[in-house]
Protein backbone atom coordinates (compact mmCIF):
# COMPACT_ATOMS: atom_id res chain seq x y z
CA UNK A 1 0.00 0.00 0.00
CA UNK A 2 3.11 2.57 0.82
CA UNK A 3 3.62 1.56 -2.90
CA UNK A 4 0.14 2.57 -3.96
CA UNK A 5 0.54 5.73 -2.01
CA UNK A 6 3.53 6.78 -3.63
CA UNK A 7 2.62 5.98 -7.29
CA UNK A 8 -0.34 7.77 -6.51
CA UNK A 9 1.51 10.91 -4.87
CA UNK A 10 4.37 11.29 -8.41
CA UNK A 11 1.09 11.07 -11.07
CA UNK A 12 -0.98 13.31 -9.06
CA UNK A 13 1.53 15.96 -8.90
CA UNK A 14 2.77 15.51 -11.87
CA UNK A 15 -0.92 15.64 -13.59
CA UNK A 16 -1.46 19.11 -11.78
CA UNK A 17 1.55 20.52 -12.51
CA UNK A 18 1.24 20.18 -16.28
CA UNK A 19 -2.34 20.69 -16.22
CA UNK A 20 -3.60 24.73 -17.81
CA UNK A 21 -6.95 23.80 -17.72
CA UNK A 22 -9.26 24.91 -14.98
CA UNK A 23 -11.65 22.16 -15.87
CA UNK A 24 -9.21 19.19 -15.94
CA UNK A 25 -8.18 20.15 -12.42
CA UNK A 26 -11.42 18.98 -11.55
CA UNK A 27 -11.24 16.13 -12.74
CA UNK A 28 -8.06 15.24 -11.67
CA UNK A 29 -9.54 15.97 -8.19
CA UNK A 30 -12.17 13.41 -8.79
CA UNK A 31 -9.87 11.33 -9.76
CA UNK A 32 -7.70 10.82 -6.77
CA UNK A 33 -9.75 12.71 -3.38
CA UNK A 34 -13.44 11.60 -4.65
CA UNK A 35 -15.78 9.50 -3.44
CA UNK A 36 -14.33 7.15 -5.55
CA UNK A 37 -10.91 8.17 -6.12
CA UNK A 38 -7.90 6.17 -5.64
CA UNK A 39 -7.13 7.43 -2.30
CA UNK A 40 -10.76 6.93 -1.22
CA UNK A 41 -10.32 3.21 -1.80
CA UNK A 42 -6.82 3.14 0.06
CA UNK A 43 -8.71 4.20 3.08
CA UNK A 44 -11.55 1.89 2.47
CA UNK A 45 -9.14 -0.84 2.29
CA UNK A 46 -7.60 0.49 5.98
CA UNK A 47 -9.50 -1.90 7.98
CA UNK A 48 -8.00 -5.44 6.55
CA UNK A 49 -4.69 -4.10 7.98
CA UNK A 50 -3.52 -4.85 11.75
CA UNK A 51 -3.81 -1.94 14.09
CA UNK A 52 0.02 -0.39 13.83
CA UNK A 53 0.12 -0.10 9.82
CA UNK A 54 -3.48 0.94 9.93
CA UNK A 55 -2.33 4.07 11.29
CA UNK A 56 0.57 4.55 9.59
CA UNK A 57 -0.44 4.42 6.35
CA UNK A 58 -3.69 6.08 7.40
CA UNK A 59 -1.98 9.30 7.94
CA UNK A 60 0.28 9.01 4.96
CA UNK A 61 -3.20 8.56 2.72
CA UNK A 62 -4.32 11.80 4.67
CA UNK A 63 -1.30 13.80 4.52
CA UNK A 64 -1.51 13.07 0.59
CA UNK A 65 -5.42 13.64 0.38
CA UNK A 66 -4.61 17.04 2.08
CA UNK A 67 -1.39 17.88 -0.55
CA UNK A 68 -3.52 17.49 -3.51
CA UNK A 69 -6.20 19.34 -2.27
CA UNK A 70 -3.49 22.16 -1.75
CA UNK A 71 -1.93 21.81 -5.02
CA UNK A 72 -5.31 21.25 -6.92
CA UNK A 73 -6.36 25.09 -5.59
CA UNK A 74 -2.85 26.76 -5.92
CA UNK A 75 -3.10 25.90 -9.15
CA UNK A 76 -6.70 26.66 -9.42
CA UNK A 77 -5.43 30.64 -8.03
CA UNK A 78 -2.33 30.36 -10.50
CA UNK A 79 -4.41 29.48 -13.74
CA UNK A 80 -7.13 31.77 -12.58
CA UNK A 81 -4.83 34.73 -12.96
CA UNK A 82 -3.30 34.03 -16.00
CA UNK A 83 -7.12 33.87 -17.36
CA UNK A 84 -7.92 37.29 -15.66
CA UNK A 85 -4.94 38.73 -17.32
CA UNK A 86 -5.24 37.88 -20.70
CA UNK A 87 -8.74 39.12 -20.52
CA UNK A 88 -7.40 42.34 -19.53
CA UNK A 89 -5.01 42.30 -21.92
CA UNK A 90 -7.37 41.64 -24.80
CA UNK A 91 -9.63 44.33 -23.50
CA UNK A 92 -7.01 46.85 -22.95
CA UNK A 93 -8.34 50.25 -23.64
CA UNK A 94 -5.93 53.49 -23.81
CA UNK A 95 -8.16 56.16 -22.57
CA UNK A 96 -5.23 58.44 -23.09
CA UNK A 97 -4.99 58.18 -26.64
CA UNK A 98 -6.41 61.02 -28.82
CA UNK A 99 -9.81 60.08 -30.18
CA UNK A 100 -10.00 59.93 -34.45
CA UNK A 101 -12.00 63.34 -34.92
CA UNK A 102 -15.03 62.75 -36.85
CA UNK A 103 -14.61 64.69 -40.13
CA UNK A 104 -17.75 67.20 -40.68
CA UNK A 105 -18.97 67.65 -44.20
CA UNK A 106 -19.79 71.07 -45.65
CA UNK A 107 -21.94 72.60 -48.23
CA UNK A 108 -21.03 72.30 -52.27
CA UNK A 109 -20.06 75.68 -53.32
CA UNK A 110 -22.47 75.69 -55.84
CA UNK A 111 -25.33 74.68 -53.03
CA UNK A 112 -24.69 77.60 -50.91
CA UNK A 113 -24.74 80.17 -53.49
CA UNK A 114 -27.81 78.70 -54.93
CA UNK A 115 -28.92 79.32 -51.48
CA UNK A 116 -28.19 83.03 -51.34
CA UNK A 117 -29.78 83.59 -55.30
CA UNK A 118 -32.84 81.79 -54.16
CA UNK A 119 -32.88 84.18 -50.47
CA UNK A 120 -32.26 86.95 -52.72
CA UNK A 121 -35.48 85.99 -55.66
CA UNK A 122 -37.99 84.91 -52.97
CA UNK A 123 -37.82 88.24 -51.18
CA UNK A 124 -39.12 89.51 -54.19
CA UNK A 125 -42.07 87.56 -54.57
CA UNK A 126 -40.45 84.97 -56.70
CA UNK A 127 -41.04 81.24 -55.99
CA UNK A 128 -38.54 77.90 -56.46
CA UNK A 129 -39.94 75.52 -59.42
CA UNK A 130 -38.21 72.65 -61.22
CA UNK A 131 -38.82 70.56 -64.24
CA UNK A 132 -37.43 67.13 -66.19
CA UNK A 133 -33.97 66.81 -67.01
CA UNK A 134 -34.56 64.14 -69.48
CA UNK A 135 -37.08 66.42 -72.11
CA UNK A 136 -38.99 66.21 -75.06
CA UNK A 137 -38.18 67.56 -78.64
CA UNK A 138 -41.39 69.41 -78.08
CA UNK A 139 -40.43 71.20 -75.08
CA UNK A 140 -36.79 71.87 -75.27
CA UNK A 141 -37.23 73.27 -79.04
CA UNK A 142 -40.69 73.19 -80.38
CA UNK A 143 -42.93 74.92 -78.19
CA UNK A 144 -40.26 77.65 -77.84
CA UNK A 145 -40.73 78.54 -81.31
CA UNK A 146 -38.08 76.59 -82.92
CA UNK A 147 -39.95 73.80 -85.01
CA UNK A 148 -38.28 71.12 -86.60
CA UNK A 149 -35.21 71.58 -89.15
CA UNK A 150 -35.12 75.71 -87.32
CA UNK A 151 -31.49 76.96 -88.38
CA UNK A 152 -31.75 78.27 -84.30
CA UNK A 153 -31.28 74.59 -82.75
CA UNK A 154 -28.07 74.48 -83.66
CA UNK A 155 -27.19 77.12 -80.78
CA UNK A 156 -27.87 74.11 -78.72
CA UNK A 157 -25.44 71.11 -79.10
CA UNK A 158 -28.08 68.31 -77.95
CA UNK A 159 -27.37 65.11 -76.53
CA UNK A 160 -30.43 62.42 -78.00
CA UNK A 161 -31.30 59.56 -75.83
CA UNK A 162 -31.23 56.21 -77.91
CA UNK A 163 -35.00 55.19 -77.76
CA UNK A 164 -35.61 51.60 -78.48
CA UNK A 165 -38.34 50.32 -81.47
CA UNK A 166 -41.07 50.11 -79.22
CA UNK A 167 -40.44 53.84 -77.49
CA UNK A 168 -39.95 55.37 -81.22
CA UNK A 169 -42.45 57.57 -82.60
CA UNK A 170 -43.20 59.04 -85.86
CA UNK A 171 -43.86 62.56 -83.47
CA UNK A 172 -40.98 64.06 -83.37
CA UNK A 173 -42.45 65.76 -80.52
CA UNK A 174 -42.09 63.17 -78.10
CA UNK A 175 -37.99 62.29 -79.34
CA UNK A 176 -36.04 62.48 -75.72
CA UNK A 177 -33.18 64.40 -75.04
CA UNK A 178 -31.19 65.89 -72.34
CA UNK A 179 -32.62 69.33 -71.42
CA UNK A 180 -30.15 72.07 -73.29
CA UNK A 181 -31.34 74.41 -71.51
CA UNK A 182 -34.05 75.66 -68.44
CA UNK A 183 -36.37 77.26 -70.59
CA UNK A 184 -38.68 74.32 -71.47
CA UNK A 185 -39.94 75.02 -68.10
CA UNK A 186 -41.33 78.27 -68.98
CA UNK A 187 -43.84 76.01 -71.21
CA UNK A 188 -44.48 73.55 -68.19
CA UNK A 189 -45.29 76.18 -65.91
CA UNK A 190 -47.35 78.07 -68.01
CA UNK A 191 -49.84 75.00 -68.64
CA UNK A 192 -50.29 74.60 -65.33
CA UNK A 193 -50.68 78.04 -63.96
CA UNK A 194 -52.13 81.25 -64.81
CA UNK A 195 -50.66 84.69 -64.09
CA UNK A 196 -49.37 86.57 -62.46
CA UNK A 197 -46.21 84.27 -62.63
CA UNK A 198 -43.35 84.84 -61.02
CA UNK A 199 -40.84 81.81 -60.88
CA UNK A 200 -36.94 80.97 -60.96
CA UNK A 201 -36.38 77.48 -61.75
CA UNK A 202 -32.35 76.15 -60.95
CA UNK A 203 -30.84 73.03 -62.64
CA UNK A 204 -28.65 71.40 -64.50
CA UNK A 205 -28.73 71.40 -68.67
CA UNK A 206 -26.28 69.36 -70.63
CA UNK A 207 -24.69 70.26 -74.09
CA UNK A 208 -23.12 68.17 -76.63
CA UNK A 209 -20.08 70.85 -76.80
CA UNK A 210 -16.01 70.26 -76.29
CA UNK A 211 -15.18 71.68 -72.66
CA UNK A 212 -12.71 74.05 -71.78
CA UNK A 213 -12.41 76.64 -68.47
CA UNK A 214 -15.67 78.37 -68.75
CA UNK A 215 -17.65 75.30 -70.69
CA UNK A 216 -18.72 71.76 -69.06
CA UNK A 217 -21.06 69.30 -71.10
CA UNK A 218 -22.98 70.16 -67.97
CA UNK A 219 -23.36 73.12 -66.15
CA UNK A 220 -26.30 75.00 -63.57
CA UNK A 221 -27.91 77.83 -64.94
CA UNK A 222 -31.03 79.38 -63.76
CA UNK A 223 -34.24 80.23 -65.50
CA UNK A 224 -36.51 82.87 -64.47
CA UNK A 225 -40.06 83.71 -65.61
CA UNK A 226 -42.20 86.97 -64.89
CA UNK A 227 -45.59 87.10 -66.66
CA UNK A 228 -48.79 89.13 -65.89
CA UNK A 229 -50.91 91.91 -67.85
CA UNK A 230 -47.98 95.14 -67.87
CA UNK A 231 -44.96 93.48 -67.02
CA UNK A 232 -42.20 95.63 -69.62
CA UNK A 233 -38.33 95.77 -70.16
CA UNK A 234 -38.05 98.38 -67.21
CA UNK A 235 -39.32 95.88 -64.71
CA UNK A 236 -36.56 93.67 -65.90
CA UNK A 237 -33.50 96.32 -65.73
CA UNK A 238 -34.39 96.79 -62.21
CA UNK A 239 -34.75 93.43 -60.81
CA UNK A 240 -31.98 92.58 -62.75
CA UNK A 241 -29.77 95.69 -60.79
CA UNK A 242 -31.50 95.02 -57.38
CA UNK A 243 -30.89 91.63 -57.96
CA UNK A 244 -27.11 91.57 -58.86
CA UNK A 245 -26.16 94.27 -56.62
CA UNK A 246 -27.31 92.63 -53.87
CA UNK A 247 -25.40 89.64 -55.04
CA UNK A 248 -22.45 91.24 -55.37
CA UNK A 249 -23.12 93.48 -52.22
CA UNK A 250 -22.21 96.56 -54.15
CA UNK A 251 -24.51 98.66 -56.34
CA UNK A 252 -23.88 97.39 -59.71
CA UNK A 253 -25.02 98.98 -63.31
CA UNK A 254 -26.44 96.55 -65.46
CA UNK A 255 -26.25 96.92 -69.72
CA UNK A 256 -28.74 95.33 -71.81
CA UNK A 257 -27.02 94.31 -75.64
CA UNK A 258 -29.79 93.49 -78.19
CA UNK A 259 -29.20 89.71 -78.94
CA UNK A 260 -30.94 86.83 -80.89
CA UNK A 261 -33.38 83.85 -78.35
CA UNK A 262 -35.94 82.06 -80.88
CA UNK A 263 -38.53 82.45 -77.95
CA UNK A 264 -37.91 86.05 -76.51
CA UNK A 265 -38.56 88.96 -78.82
CA UNK A 266 -37.19 91.61 -77.91
CA UNK A 267 -33.50 89.36 -76.96
CA UNK A 268 -31.26 90.52 -74.77
CA UNK A 269 -27.64 89.38 -73.24
CA UNK A 270 -27.29 90.78 -69.72
CA UNK A 271 -24.17 92.91 -69.33
CA UNK A 272 -23.11 93.41 -65.36
CA UNK A 273 -20.59 95.90 -64.28
CA UNK A 274 -17.44 93.85 -63.10
CA UNK A 275 -17.73 93.09 -59.66
CA UNK A 276 -14.51 93.08 -58.99
CA UNK A 277 -12.79 95.71 -60.56
CA UNK A 278 -15.95 98.27 -60.52
CA UNK A 279 -15.72 98.18 -64.42
CA UNK A 280 -12.17 99.60 -64.57
CA UNK A 281 -11.06 96.42 -66.27
CA UNK A 282 -9.39 93.05 -64.83
CA UNK A 283 -8.48 89.33 -66.01
CA UNK A 284 -12.26 88.47 -65.05
CA UNK A 285 -13.75 90.74 -67.17
CA UNK A 286 -11.20 90.35 -70.18
CA UNK A 287 -10.54 94.00 -69.77
CA UNK A 288 -13.57 94.79 -70.57
CA UNK A 289 -15.42 96.24 -67.24
CA UNK A 290 -18.31 94.43 -68.59
CA UNK A 291 -19.49 90.48 -67.23
CA UNK A 292 -21.99 88.95 -69.46
CA UNK A 293 -24.16 87.11 -67.27
CA UNK A 294 -27.26 86.15 -68.43
CA UNK A 295 -29.27 85.74 -71.93
CA UNK A 296 -32.78 87.32 -71.72
CA UNK A 297 -35.82 88.81 -73.56
CA UNK A 298 -39.55 89.68 -73.39
CA UNK A 299 -41.49 86.31 -74.28
CA UNK A 300 -42.16 85.49 -77.72
CA UNK A 301 -46.24 85.62 -78.36
CA UNK A 302 -45.54 81.91 -79.86
CA UNK A 303 -44.54 80.30 -76.31
CA UNK A 304 -47.80 81.90 -74.98
CA UNK A 305 -49.40 80.41 -77.38
CA UNK A 306 -47.59 76.95 -77.20
CA UNK A 307 -48.58 77.43 -73.57
CA UNK A 308 -52.33 77.70 -74.15
CA UNK A 309 -52.23 81.90 -73.19
CA UNK A 310 -53.78 83.70 -75.62
CA UNK A 311 -50.56 86.67 -76.24
CA UNK A 312 -52.90 89.16 -76.61
CA UNK A 313 -53.71 89.29 -72.85
CA UNK A 314 -50.42 88.90 -70.99
CA UNK A 315 -46.60 89.57 -71.14
CA UNK A 316 -43.66 89.08 -69.46
CA UNK A 317 -40.06 88.50 -69.80
CA UNK A 318 -37.92 85.10 -68.74
CA UNK A 319 -33.88 85.15 -68.07
CA UNK A 320 -31.18 82.52 -67.95
CA UNK A 321 -28.16 83.18 -65.57
CA UNK A 322 -25.52 80.77 -65.96
CA UNK A 323 -24.70 80.30 -62.30
CA UNK A 324 -21.76 78.03 -62.60
CA UNK A 325 -19.91 80.85 -64.08
CA UNK A 326 -21.07 82.98 -60.78
CA UNK A 327 -19.84 80.92 -58.52
CA UNK A 328 -16.40 80.55 -60.00
CA UNK A 329 -16.12 83.85 -60.41
CA UNK A 330 -17.57 84.37 -56.76
CA UNK A 331 -14.87 81.99 -55.24
CA UNK A 332 -12.25 82.56 -57.84
CA UNK A 333 -12.10 79.34 -59.44
CA UNK A 334 -10.22 79.26 -62.94
CA UNK A 335 -11.89 76.48 -64.29
CA UNK A 336 -16.05 75.63 -63.66
CA UNK A 337 -15.21 71.81 -64.53
CA UNK A 338 -13.82 71.43 -61.14
CA UNK A 339 -17.03 72.34 -59.94
CA UNK A 340 -18.42 68.75 -60.86
CA UNK A 341 -15.09 66.99 -60.30
CA UNK A 342 -16.16 65.36 -57.00
CA UNK A 343 -12.38 66.01 -55.90
CA UNK A 344 -12.06 66.20 -51.93
CA UNK A 345 -9.39 68.72 -52.83
CA UNK A 346 -10.52 71.20 -54.65
CA UNK A 347 -14.55 70.95 -52.31
CA UNK A 348 -12.47 71.03 -49.04
CA UNK A 349 -11.23 74.50 -49.73
CA UNK A 350 -14.75 76.06 -49.48
C1 LIG B 1 -29.97 79.88 -73.07
O1 LIG B 1 -29.78 78.67 -72.94
C2 LIG B 1 -31.31 80.48 -72.93
N1 LIG B 1 -32.27 79.45 -72.64
C3 LIG B 1 -31.30 81.55 -71.86
C4 LIG B 1 -32.53 82.38 -71.91
C5 LIG B 1 -33.53 82.13 -71.01
C6 LIG B 1 -32.67 83.37 -72.87
C7 LIG B 1 -34.69 82.86 -71.08
C8 LIG B 1 -33.83 84.10 -72.94
C9 LIG B 1 -34.83 83.85 -72.03
P1 LIG B 1 -27.46 80.42 -73.40
O2 LIG B 1 -27.21 79.34 -74.42
O3 LIG B 1 -26.73 81.69 -73.61
O4 LIG B 1 -28.97 80.74 -73.24
O5 LIG B 1 -27.08 79.78 -71.96
C10 LIG B 1 -27.43 80.43 -70.76
C11 LIG B 1 -26.22 80.68 -69.86
O6 LIG B 1 -25.63 79.43 -69.53
C12 LIG B 1 -25.10 81.47 -70.53
O7 LIG B 1 -25.24 82.83 -70.26
C13 LIG B 1 -23.85 80.95 -69.87
O8 LIG B 1 -23.55 81.69 -68.69
C14 LIG B 1 -24.22 79.56 -69.45
N2 LIG B 1 -23.62 78.55 -70.32
C15 LIG B 1 -23.89 78.27 -71.61
N3 LIG B 1 -23.16 77.23 -72.04
C16 LIG B 1 -22.41 76.83 -71.00
C17 LIG B 1 -21.46 75.77 -70.79
N4 LIG B 1 -21.13 74.90 -71.75
N5 LIG B 1 -20.88 75.64 -69.59
C18 LIG B 1 -21.23 76.51 -68.58
N6 LIG B 1 -22.12 77.51 -68.69
C19 LIG B 1 -22.70 77.67 -69.89
Not at 51 to 68: F, H, P, S, T, V
Not at 197 to 219: C, K, L
Request: aromatic content about 10%; glycine content about 6%; overall charge positive.
Amino acid sequence: MEQELKKIQTHAREAIRNTADIDLLEQIRVKYVGRKGALTAILRRLKDLPLDGRKKIGDEANRLAQEIERLISEKHRELDATARETILQKERLDVTRPGARAERGHMHPVTKMLAEIERIFHSMGFETTDGPEVETDFYNFQALNMPPGHPARSMWDTFWLRQDEKQKTKDERNRLLLRTHISPVQVRYMETHNPPIRIIVPGRSYRYEATDASHDFQFEYIEGLVVDKNISVANFKAIMIDFFSRLFKKQVTVRLRPSYFPFTEPSFEIDVSCAICNGKGCSMCKRTGWLELAGAGMVHPNVFKAAGYNPKNVQGFAFGIGFSRLVSMRYNIPDIRLLNSGDLRFLKQF
